[in-house]
């Protein structure tokens, strides 16, 4: 009996028909993936990282200016001396000045291309974040799937009760044909199938309830057929493997690339630079015509002030490094410690499962007995449903365990992130 219990719970395929709809855990994990709303924030990272990029790649194409001014001042350049038959026009005090300006950097396109990383870098992060949000849905897909075989396992069990239920209630009309029985005796085990019934009602119910919330998580309609195919046993992979780990090296990256940017920052800028315009006075300052201009050649800047900022702004990522770091030793330390509780789960649940055959071995036994004896009326009805709750409650046991075994492991790998 018990065999043939372990059978329909881990072996589906055995149980299910072709029409019923199949669903395995790693189907629910993908499908949840793909409905959690969380998951279109991915591409808004990927199309805010290519805007960044592409706008910090502009910065080494030529840039073009365009300025103007009109001033009025209140005295303008003169000559000390006269000069005789010479008349000197004085410089009007009102002047204008209109000009473009094309600069095209020369040496700025390594710093582009740092900042370049940096975007990709923080895009990154912001990624890998998110992956650690998503990750999360495996466990509460875990908790319902899981949940649902549970239930799946307590009615198999609970039909098999209501089964001995009813050879004894066969039993028991035997005997009160015979004379050798009391009606009472069927009266307390017709009561006892009235709860059983009661009990499946309400595992159906939670059943139902459990598959409800696991629809909504995949987004896929789901009903009572639907049969969920038990996961295989896993062998526990002591590496952790998980997304936090992906994250936290993404941000240590991230302040690698500031770091070095910092540097680049104090380096001397030379760009070539073009500047066209017209305007009062030209570069003869000393006419009052209007006229048009040009002026190009190399410009040097190089902000020396960065280097009184550098060292702290240095100081700032690391300690930002430091505090990413401290976040990566206590993950890793509260991931252990799950882990050795998780492995001990495990370990017990083996040991119970080892001795549960045996235990339902002997309640059947003993049940098989009573049942003859109710029929002869050597015992009542109340002890022969002692006896035959006692069996189930090994069967529900065993059940129990076998779910939670393999919840342990698959728990544990998600700890592990394997």
Known sequence: MASALLALILLPNLAFSQNEKQLSLEECYEKARDNYPLLRQMELI?????????????????????????????????????????????LAKDQYKIYGEIVQPLTDFGTNSHQQAIAEAN????????????????????????????VDGQLLQTALLKKDIQTGLDRANAGIANGIALKSDADQLKAEMLNADQKTVEMEANRKAFMDMLSIFIGEELDENTQLIPPAPRELDDEINRPE???????????????????????????????????????????????????????????????????REKEIIQLNQNAVQLQEETFLLNT???????????????????????????????KTTANNQLEYGSITANDYLMYVNAE???????????????????????????
């Open 46 to 90: 990927e199309q805010t990282k290519n805007y960044s990029v592409e706008n910090i790649s502009k910065g080494n194409i030529p840039q073009f200016n365009i300025n103007g001014q009109a001033t009025y001042q209140s005295d303008v350049t003169g000559l000390p001396v006269d000069i005789p038959n010479i008349i000197i026009e004085p």
């Open 392 to 418: 189930d409650q090994a069967r529900q046991n065993q059940v129990l365990h076998r779910i939670q075994l393999l919840m342990a492991q698959y728990t544990y790998q998600l700890t592990t992130g394997n």
């Open 245 to 311: 780990l992906a994250s936290f090296a993404a941000q240590k990256e991230s302040f690698v690339l500031q770091s070095e940017l910092v540097n680049k920052r104090n380096n001397p800028h030379f760009n070539l630079f073009f500047q066209g315009g017209y305007g009062r006075p030209g570069l003869n300052f000393l006419s009052n015509d209007f006229e048009f201009f040009y002026v190009t050649g190399l410009r040097l800047n190089w902000n020396i002030s960065n280097f009184y900022t550098s060292s």
């Open 336 to 366: 252990n410690l799950a882990m050795t509780q998780q492995k001990q789960d495990v370990l017990k649940y083996l040991k119970l499962l080892q001795t549960d055959d045996e235990i339902i071995t002997l309640r059947e036994k003993v």
């Open 123 to 150: 895009a990154e992060v912001e990624s890998k974040n998110l992956e650690v949000e998503l990750y999360q849905i495996k466990n509460r897909i875990n908790q319902l799937f899981f949940g649902i075989m549970l």
